[in-house]
């Protein structure tokens, strides 16, 4: 035992003998003596030995036994319901005056110090509910709800949020509380005379400041009403529930925001795919990084969208997470699919293991992305070794991806069936482009589309645009780069965003440019491959799948702008070649990605039976 904790021992003695002392040398079993000139008589109690020492036995018998009822009604009223146990635990120095009436101590002093004389009565939510009974009529808040309060269902009970939680519950307050009482009741009981109690009296016996927790007998929690997080947690889950009108869910997509672009998306093409097959309400599309509006057509009509970050901004980190997890396990989906959701992930850490026993987990990766110090970093990277042994399997939009990922982590030859790819499908509904006019005096269109940020490489695009002075460039994305520091050259037109590629008049375009630095299997070059626009585009990641160089004029990732140029003067220089070449790009993405052979993996992938799911590999 080191000195500090010497020292708090005898300190711990010195007070216990002072109580001693101060309860006038009472002996188990000795009864105090009323004091005198004292009217009324005392209350009819018997002894009550608890689990918590005979010395605090003894002080609440004679604590009782100096009560003077039969002359003050209202006195007599709050009597007949006063705990003195739990009255002088949340007060303990009051044993040291042995001679208080602690009746007409709490009637004089329990509104100022909110102390409460019923484990199921708090003085401080009670005036927080109701705060007119501060300066009412009588003596305490507490003779008012006894009076007519409890009649008139007052809550007054510790527990926060109780009209919150009856929704939840489905039954009235009055019944809830009625609940709660019970169970506080049979709690309390068992702390003071139960097994609960000898557990902890024993253990105080080994480590004495185990006895200074009986103050806490005062107030116990009864999760989840005595943890604000998990009420808000369950506030949450049932907001969600509600807004699906209560449904099971087959299908869960969990996603980081509403993401850019008016294509479809993995996200769009899986809802869409599968829809046929399930009824759009069993599809729940849950956002949960950030709030955002969803581009019109991404997902079939019914489907239901939640923007959990938003309804989770109150909890913790840790705290929401949890709740989604709850909330992804209460749906029993056939699958659920986690696009890029950082708080998914996050959650998985922790709860992935628990997660996956019961629901069939899919992650999708995408392309990784390089930080401006060069670094690469993706979900991929960070998720692939640590979850994929635990979840249903994984997949991608791009063979390069896979067989990147099955190189790296060295996935074994048994465990590779639970790694697809998903071939997005293209729009047969997306018709041929009419040729651009021609005649003198026109000048060439080259149309570019993306996000203004490094991956889609701006920069580049802009310095192709600066060595062809007599090509109009047009550009579609995010307007964020005015008063960028850009020098925009006089031949870049921006003309901002657009939800669908039908709103670009494509028939005045001559080709289409893509500069990305990494990428998929974009769904921007799957829609302008439809379009017969000729494509001069970065040869990076999944590209390859849709740009070879016979339907599409590919560049390699390490080559510059002078090779961008040249092969743009290409296809200005033959534009019938360059029209027939895309006009066999169009061909093969309809044979080779076609709606129905989508449907039929995602649908035999994501919606198996219970029987036919793969066992995910331990």
Known sequence: MTSRQRNLYLGLRRRAGRVRARLRGLRPGSVASPPAGRRGRAPDVERVETKLGPLLDDAVYNATRRMRIGVDPDYDLVQQNFDVLHYVLQAPRILERPGVDLVQHFLNTGTDTLRSPDVNFSMADYLQRYPEHADGPERSPYLEWLKRGREAGEIADPAPAIPQMAKILGRDTEEVVDLLVERRTDLMERLRTGELGEMIARASRIEPLIGHAMPRFTRPRLLPFGHPPALEQLSVIHAVHEAVGFRRARLVLVINRPRWGGGRRMEGHL???????????????????????????????????????????????????????????????????????????????????????????????????????????????????????????????????????????????????????????????????????????????????????????????????????????????????????????????????????????????????????????????LEVGMTGIPIVGTLVGGTGEILTPEQAWPIEESLGADDYVAALRSVLADP???????????????????????????????????????????
Not at 584 to 597: C, F
Request: charged share 20%; aromatic share 10%; net charge negative.
């Open 271 to 525: 809802a869409h795919a599968l829809v046929p097959g399930i009824d759009p309400h069993e599809v729940v599309v849950i956002y949960t990084d950030k709030s955002g509006d969803t581009p019109v057509g991404r997902f079939p009509a019914g489907v239901n969208e939640i923007d959990f970050g938003a309804l989770t901004q109150n909890l913790e980190p840790e705290d929401a997470e949890a709740a989604l997890v709850i909330l992804l396990r209460a749906f029993h989906a056939d699958a659920i699919v986690n696009i890029n959701s950082a708080m998914l992930y996050r959650a998985m850490r922790a709860f992935g293991r628990a997660l996956t026993a019961s629901e069939r987990v899919y992650l999708c990766f995408f392309c990784s992305e390089q930080v401006p110090t060069g670094a690469w970093t993706s979900w991929s990277m960070r998720y692939f070794y640590r979850l994929f042994g635990l979840v249903a399997g994984v997949f991608t939009d791009n063979h390069h991806l896979a067989e990147q990922l099955q190189t790296t982590y060295h996935v074994p030859a048994s465990d590779r069936s639970r790694l697809h790819v998903l071939h997005a499908p293209v729009d047969p509904g997306l018709p041929l482009a009419a040729e651009p006019p021609t005649g003198r005096g026109r000048r060439p269109q080259v149309f570019w589309a993306g996000r203004w940020d490094r991956q889609k490489r701006v920069g580049l695009f802009l310095q192709i645009a600066r060595q062809m002075p007599d090509v109009d460039f047009r550009m579609w994305g995010e307007a964020v780069m005015t008063g960028s520091g850009r020098n925009i050259p006089p031949n870049v037109t921006m003309q901002g965003r657009y939800q669908h590629i039908s709103e670009i008049p494509l028939e005045e375009a001559d080709a289409w440019l893509y500069t990305s630095a990494w990428d998929g299997v974009p769904g921007q070059l």
């Open 576 to 618: 019938i070649e360059a029209r027939r070449r895309s006009g066999d790009l169009r061909k093969r993405l309809l044979a080779e990605r076609t709606e129905d052979d989508f449907r039929e993996q995602a649908g035999r992938l994501l919606l198996a039976g219970p029987a036919q799911a793969q066992e995910p590999a331990r």
